[in-house]
């Protein structure tokens, strides 16, 4: 069986898509369907295929069976068929608009099976949401190894060249499935490789630590920081008394809380976020040897953060941004990227390095002391085809586990192994989860695992136990001989277990829980410093008990004391001393976000255009963004065509969060529905411009203006000389002085700090 022919097959239906959609659809992603409809209904089925093609930015499942072999036909026929409208069980139906009734204006029959069925299902169609990571997007991808984990790891998905399908999920950790991307909080990053050898489940986040040592206490953390009980408020944050109790009262939460206080809280995207596998993981070579090793994920477009305000405001103008912003890269053919990298540390006995405790979640190893070694690079090239059948319904777990990848001893992860199981069952429904298509490994499946809840796989054979003869012995065991890859089984890696008394305890090094926490914040520069404050003095002024706030500002002081007396500033409480001397820590310059340079790809760039625009001016703008792989999106006072091109946005539904950049190529009057000023002052310029101008400026977003488009910058009481504004340069020039602005993001210099 060629497993090619499907996926050609698919291929050919992707193209088949791409000719229908409209010629700039790759350029300016979001419409909806790969079909062009008409005004009208249509109602002839002739030559009609239902459903249509997916869009050229989608994908599926690999067409595999629940047993992981390739199957032919094309797994996007195997939902849906046909063009006639039919019951689940396959039976056409002339009518599902009305329900059959005793006559016209009669009572509604008990036999009319259509309407049953219908409502049944569609009454269940919810499944549980997840109890943390409830809100998440997901997309497909490949990976390649580059073979330079050869000597670390004998696993084959890290083999030189060797390209492994993926499914990337990303999620915030407290909200509900319907709460907003931009929230303050942990991003979760969940990697699913489909390899030749199983599946292998890499579940991390954005950041490299946890608040908890001990995965006892997982249910007590998720518990303070969800919505009070009684009123199931606040959602999807931590501004609250419950979660800063728990944090004030465990001080071993307190690293955690400072990367969630400072910018890694609230992310520009997840194409700008790094990924962490937050434990430590035992790798084994193929000569036996054993390390431990640290995942990274280091993103192509480096790690860039939104501002409070913008992600305030995207709470009510896109709550779905982080979202969006994912597919539609994807469907601009800005593919998101990240290069997969290991720390690697000796295999002591004592799991320690450079005095850090290797088995503490609460703790990192700085990149100074353990350098992170690229061995792989991870792109994303498709979006779903279906929400719920993929990224609903994918399940992740830390124990799926590869030869050569084992777990430590590591007491979170190992109460991860044991509880993701749990959570598949209760949201899932039985034991068959992974039968589910995106679940589906790409390496053949013998378990003799029967029956259950939606099992699917026609099961042959008359012995589902070992040893038999019935199945002539079939399943075979595999070998402990890690050489061959063909038969090589996975065998968890022979280390020493230290003998002790049974206790409910933890070690001495779990104790130190503010050397890391002052080492995070003497890394950042000023500016993070200062949002980190912000943050802070935000998140505990939203607490009503005073006990809290002046407990967490004690641990604070355990911190630093110009963090704590700035935070106590804001609280408008008295500073308290440190009960001991503030820990030695040196800086570590990989966890500043700031500093460096960055490729400029998949940005939007917003151009305000009007009457008096230059087309020609536009058309090289638009032209020139397009080239570099960034979406230019036409801001415009009324929705069609102005200077010569399709407006995307108007002036009434663009907000700055949108934009990484604003080009002014005209000064827009005041348009007929802006109402009259409530101060009878006459206008020279659409408010909403200037509005928009505004907070791209306080953004600390670049600005460029052509033409009449500086007369814009006074009105909107934007300095022309200031960093980050560029000015009295000709349209082909500006694109290319912009870059060198998004390179950094942002222009944090136009605007002094209060924090050293």
Request: charged letters at 20%.
């Amino acid at each position: 069986m060629d497993p090619s022919k499907p996926v050609a097959k698919a291929a050919q239906k992707l193209e088949e898509a791409a000719e229908r959609l409209l010629p700039d659809t790759p350029h300016v992603p979001g419409v909806p369907s790969s079909t062009t409809p008409t005004v009208e209904e249509p109602t002839d089925p002739a030559g009609t295929t239902h459903p249509p093609a997916p869009k050229p930015d989608q994908g599926t499942p690999a067409p595999v069976s629940p047993t992981g072999v390739p199957v032919t036909g094309d797994p996007l026929d195997s939902a849906q068929q046909g063009r006639w409208l039919t019951t689940a069980t396959g039976v056409r139906v002339h009518d599902t608009d009305h329900s059959l009734k005793a006559g016209r204006r009669g009572p509604t029959l008990l036999q009319d099976h259509h309407l049953r069925e219908k409502l049944m299902h569609f009454d269940h169609e919810r499944i549980p949401e997840r109890v943390v990571h409830a809100r998440g997007a997901a997309a497909h991808g490949r990976f390649t190894g580059y073979g330079t984990a050869a000597s670390i790891c004998h696993a084959s998905v890290f083999d030189e060249g060797k390209e492994t399908p993926v499914f990337v999920r990303f999620s915030t950790v407290l909200g509900s499935r319907g709460s907003a991307d931009t929230v303050r909080d942990t991003r979760g990053f969940a990697t699913k490789f489909y390899t030749d050898e199983g599946i292998w489940d890499l579940v991390g986040n954005n950041i490299p630590v946890f608040f908890i040592q001990d995965g006892i206490k997982f249910p007590d953390v998720i518990h303070a920081g969800k919505p009070h009980p009684d009123r199931e408020i606040p959602q999807a944050q931590s501004a609250h008394d419950t979660f800063w109790d728990f944090v004030s009262l465990h001080t071993e939460a307190q690293h955690h809380a400072i990367w969630n206080m400072s910018d890694r809280g609230i992310p520009r995207s997840y194409r700008m976020m790094e990924g962490f596998g937050v434990h430590t993981f035992r790798c084994t070579n193929a000569d036996g040897q054993t390390n431990l090793v640290k995942f990274h994920w280091k993103p192509k477009l480096g790690v860039h953060s939104l501002t409070w305000e913008e992600a305030q405001m995207l709470g009510g103008f896109d709550p779905d941004f982080h979202r969006r912003d994912l597919y539609d890269a994807i469907e601009s053919g800005a593919h998101p990227e990240w290069e997969l990298g290991v720390q690697v540390f000796p295999d002591t006995p004592d799991q320690m390095f450079e005095g850090i405790d290797l088995l503490d979640s609460t703790k990192l190893v700085p990149e100074e002391l353990a350098a992170v070694q690229p061995i792989g690079r991870l792109v994303l090239d498709a979006n779903p085809t279906n929400f719920f059948a993929e990224v609903e319904q994918v399940a992740f777990h830390t124990g799926h586990m590869v030869p050569g990848i084992d777990a430590t001893d590591d007491p979170l992860l190992q109460a991860r192994n044991f509880s993701y199981l749990d959570t598949q069952l209760s949201r899932l429904g039985g034991p068959n989860f992974n039968q589910l298509p995106i679940n589906r490994p790409h390496a053949p499946v013998n378990d003799m695992l029967r029956d259950g809840m939606h099992q699917t796989a026609v099961h042959g054979g008359a012995a589902p136990y070992r040893p038999n003869s019935l199945d002539g012995g079939c399943p075979f065991h595999a070998t402990t001989d890690q050489s061959d890859p063909a038969t090589r089984a996975f065998v968890e890696a022979a280390v020493t277990v230290a003998e002790g008394r049974k206790v409910r305890d933890q070690p001495a090094s779990y104790d130190d829980h503010f050397s890391q926490t002052r080492m995070f914040w003497l890394s950042l520069s000023p500016v993070e410093r200062e949002h980190v404050v912000r943050a802070y003095t935000f998140e505990l002024g939203k607490c009503y008990e005073q006990a809290v706030k002046e407990r967490q500002l004690l641990a604070l002081a355990q911190v630093d004391a110009d963090l704590c007396a700035q935070v106590a500033a804001g609280l408008g409480l008295e500073v308290p001393t440190a009960t001991e001397p503030l820990p030695e820590a040196a800086p570590s310059p990989a966890l500043s976000q700031l500093g460096a340079t960055w490729p400029v790809e998949g940005r939007m760039i917003g151009i305000v255009v009007g009457a008096g625009s230059d087309p020609a001016d536009v058309e090289v703008l638009r032209d020139a963004v397009l080239a570099d792989g960034n979406v230019p999106l036409l801001i415009g006072p009324h929705g069609g065509e102005v200077a010569g091109a399709t407006v995307q946005r108007t002036f009434a539904t663009a907000r700055s969060v949108e934009f990484d950049a604003l080009v002014l190529t005209d000064a827009p009057v005041p348009g007929p529905d802006v109402p009259p000023s409530p101060t009878g002052r006459t206008l020279d310029v659409d408010p909403r411009v200037t509005l928009l101008v505004e907070e791209v400026f306080r953004h600390a977003k670049a600005i460029a203006a052509v033409g009449r488009g500086a007369e814009v910058l006074p009105a909107a009481n934007v300095p022309a000389e200031v960093s980050g504004v560029l000015t009295d340069l000709e349209a082909a020039a500006v694109w290319p002085a912009l870059t060198e602005l998004l390179a950094t993001h942002r222009a944090w210099e136009r605007f002094p700090v209060a924090v050293g």
